[in-house]
T-cell receptor, first 116, second 114 residues
Framework: SQELEQSPQSLIVQEGKNLTINCTSS?????LYWYKQKYGEGLIFLMM?????EEKSHEKITAKLDEKKQQSSLHITASQPSHAGIYLC????????????????FGQGTTLQVKP | DADVTQTPRNRITKTGKRIMLECSQT?????MYWYRQDPGLGLRLIYY???????NKGEISDGYSVSRQAQAKFSLSLESAIPNQTALYFC?????????????FGPGTRLTVL
């Protein structure tokens, strides 16, 4: 099983609708990163969360890290076709002795389609 | 111009061939990484490098080797390609030495081994 579980694995929404993607770990997270990937292309960095309870927003995308630092959610408000793609969460584990290397583990990704 | 570039972008090769994928960056970052992406598995780390003298294995290094020719260049080699190495390969860089250490990714190389 994946150390980072994303849900749902895929999502189809109508343009204008809100949606939420979750990223869950069984271990405490040292840092949580959200990336967006268009099909077959590179990953674009969206946001990074480090503190429990932290929340960041960029345009219509908001990400939160829960107080226990074991789950993060990505919320998109009033979705647009430009939001379509694969969203990946990546994380460093808190007690990983190699955490200062910047090594990341990734979830399997959530594929988002937005219908016009 | 892109900060992290990868060449080639697409490659089709045959089993047993030696393949090199190249990564260059203009971000001035010390750390560089190679990942592969497979459907349903997310990204998995192959090798990473702190600087030109420091190279480390990731979680799936078997069958791969790397070379850090300069701060800006990090190459991944498949000595004898096999079909299960068919994947999308990404290079990433990070500045290192900070709390956040965000990784920035190249556009990827799609490799097919027949």
């Amino acid at each position: 099983s994946q150390e980072l579980e994303q849900s749902p694995q895929s999502l189809i929404v109508q343009e204008g609708k809100n949606l939420t993607i979750n990223c869950t770990s069984s271990k405490t997270l040292y840092g949580l990163y959200w990336y967006k990937q268009k099909y077959g292309e590179g990953l674009i960095f969206l946001m990074m969360l480090q503190k429990g309870g932290e929340e960041k927003s960029h345009e219509k995308i908001t990400a939160k890290l829960d107080e226990k630092k074991q789950q993060s959610s990505l919320h998109i408000t009033a979705s647009q076709p430009s939001h379509a793609g694969i969203y990946l969460c990546g994380a460093r584990r808190r007690n990983d002795r190699s955490s200062n290397t910047g090594k990341l583990i990734f979830g399997q990704g959530t594929t988002l389609q937005v219908k016009p | 111009d892109a900060d992290v570039t990868q060449t080639p972008r697409n490659r089709i090769t045959k089993t047993g061939k030696r393949i090199m994928l190249e990564c260059s960056q203009t971000k001035g970052h010390d750390r560089m990484y190679w990942y592969r992406q497979d459907p349903g598995l997310g990204l998995r780390l192959i090798y990473y490098s702190f600087d030109v003298k420091d190279i480390n294995k990731g979680e799936i290094s078997d069958g791969y080797s790397v070379s850090r020719q300069a701060q800006a260049k990090f190459s991944l080699s498949l000595e004898s390609a096999i079909p299960n190495q068919t994947a999308l390969y990404f290079c990433a860089t990070s500045v290192g030495g900070t709390g956040s250490d965000t990784q920035y990714f190249g556009p990827g190389t799609r490799l097919t081994v027949l």
